[in-house]
């Protein structure tokens, strides 16, 4: 049958048809605006599958859904499709750890033994009801069967003698859209706020001192610290999201696309790193982040014995037993030696 034959508006049709005979053989049609892989890799030349590892847009949970499309023919050998079969989920499983194990394996199956699914990988035939002559032929084996909505078996299509399997998702995300907005920002790279110290060491401060006027010295030290900005902080223009929160920065976000891109290059170890680091972004970012937009701040003052942890400083300021003089004393010495060894430096 050609291609155009098959052809719908909209959507790829992957297919693999029987070899050496009539009839038979599977096809999978992918929407067009899911990007997707063909894995033929695990194309077996006595096998009827198809496997395909789609990649939907704002796939939250999972990096991948893996799809397996199977058909298996009255009188084929049992033992070979098992063996087939259970080879093929554990190296998907091995490949793409991070896809959360979504194979639907669905297809004729007429009459095959096939509880291993469920007894080894934990899967469950969500079809229930008879495909074709009383039967349950066609059946969907899926571990994700709580994010779905139970099948619905329709009528037949054209002049088969099976129903069709309905089979859809339960949890659409209800996101606020929201608008795309273009916004004047600096330019603040950890390499442009270690250029920019650098030059601001550098400047000699002496025509300010020597100065005599108040406003004199306001307007020589403004426009250093102007011509400064302008160099090492330009101006940009950039898009950003009204629904983004306030903790989302350009680093957070290139650490989102670099862990999408390992995953989409199967890069499992730099995924999982990348992954780490996300995800303490989220739980931490206004804590212990690990961005420089938020710096970390408990690192000890003058006179603090190196200890900074968070039962040191209650102790300090609550003026428990760990204190040896009062939290009031403490904390007023603690801070006038700061700001002594903060201006020491500094002309008179």
């Known amino acids: 049958m050609s291609l155009e034959t098959?052809?719908?508006?909209?959507?790829?049709?992957?297919?693999?048809?029987?070899q050496g005979g009539r009839g038979g053989g599977v096809a999978c049609y992918v929407r067009s605006d899911v990007a997707y892989q063909r894995l033929t890799e695990l194309e077996n030349g006595n096998q009827e599958v198809l496997w395909l590892k789609l990649t939907p847009k704002r796939l939250r949970k999972y990096s991948c859904i893996l799809v397996g499309v199977v058909y298996?023919?009255?009188?084929?050998?049992?033992?070979?499709?098992?063996?087939?079969?259970?080879?093929?989920i554990d190296i998907t499983l091995r490949s793409y750890?991070?896809?959360?194990?979504l194979i639907p394996v669905l297809g004729d199956l007429n009459q095959m033994h096939d509880s291993f699914l469920s007894t080894h990988y934990g899967y469950r035939q969500v079809v229930n009801k008879p495909t074709q002559?009383?039967?349950?032929?066609?059946?969907?084996?899926?571990?994700l069967a709580p994010v779905?909505?139970?099948?619905?078996?329709?009528?037949?299509?054209?002049t088969s003698d099976h129903c069709m399997v309905l089979f859809s998702p339960s949890m659409y995300p209800?996101?606020?859209?929201?608008?795309?907005?273009r916004i004047t920002t600096r330019c603040t790279g950890r390499n442009d706020k270690a250029a920019f110290a650098s030059a601001l060491a550098k400047i000699r401060w002496e025509p300010l001192?020597?100065?005599?006027?108040?406003?004199?010295q306001f307007e020589y030290f403004q426009s250093s610290m102007d011509s400064l900005l302008e160099c090492w902080f330009p101006y940009k223009t950039v898009s950003r999201h009204s629904t983004?929160?306030?903790w989302i920065t350009d680093t957070f976000r290139i650490l989102v696309r670099k862990r999408q891109r390992a995953r989409m290059c199967a890069d499992l170890t730099e995924a999982r790193r990348l992954r780490n680091r996300v995800t303490g972004w989220q739980n931490n970012y206004g804590v212990n982040s690990i961005s420089p937009e938020f710096p970390l701040f408990r690192t000890g003052l003058p006179e603090s014995g190196g200890n900074t942890s968070s039962h040191s400083w209650g102790s300090r300021l609550r003026g428990t037993p760990n204190s040896r003089v009062s939290p009031t004393s403490c904390l007023t010495a603690t801070w006038r030696h700061w700001q002594n060894q903060l201006t020491n430096s500094w002309y008179p």
């Open 6 to 18: 098959l052809s719908l508006s909209g959507y790829y049709c992957e297919r693999r048809d029987r």
């Open 72 to 88: 298996h023919p009255p009188g084929a050998d049992n033992c070979d499709l098992r063996e087939y079969l259970i080879t093929c």
């Open 97 to 101: 750890p991070e896809c959360g194990a």
């Open 133 to 143: 002559l009383g039967a349950i032929l066609d059946k969907i084996w899926t571990n």
């Open 148 to 158: 779905y909505y139970n099948p619905l078996v329709l009528s037949q299509l054209g």
């Open 174 to 181: 209800t996101l606020d859209p929201g608008a795309v907005q």
């Open 209 to 216: 001192y020597h100065t005599a006027s108040c406003q004199g």
């Open 244 to 246: 983004d929160k306030p």
